[in-house]
């Protein structure tokens, strides 16, 4: 059991380290326009609002996961599932928009493959 609660903890660790590298990638410039301009495709007006929202949201519950009390660890752990499911669905909205259907198809089958498995990750590490 010990062996377990350690590698949950690093597994926490990681993926808190992931969520801030996300979302603080989301204030340099050229990330944040890269992001701007692929929601606006799919929500044109609150673009920049989301974008911003998405950094605060994905940095504040990845260190939500590294806190020792069950309760917030489970909710940031909720938040960041629901987080990764609005971002499928926007960047499957916008792959949907490209020319090349082929390569959009591919790239949303790796993109619902990755989601799953960091939504399984963070399921493993809340519980």
Do not use: C, H, N
Request: aromatic content about 8%.
């Amino acid at each position: 059991m010990e062996i377990f609660v350690i590698a949950q903890w690093a597994l926490r660790a990681l993926l808190a380290l992931y969520f801030l590298f996300v979302g603080s990638s989301l204030f340099l410039p050229a990330q944040r326009e890269a992001a701007v301009s692929a929601v606006k495709r799919v929500l044109p007006k609150a673009a920049r609002s989301i974008v911003l929202a998405v950094a605060i949201v994905a940095m504040l519950a990845g260190l939500a996961l590294l806190l020792p009390w069950w309760l917030p660890r489970f909710i940031a752990g909720i938040v960041l599932i629901a987080l990764l499911i609005a971002l499928f669905l926007i960047t499957t909205g916008v792959a949907q928009k490209t020319d090349d259907a082929e390569a959009s198809r591919v790239a949303v089958r790796v993109r619902a493959v990755v989601q799953v498995v960091i939504g399984a990750l963070i399921l493993i590490a809340i519980i």
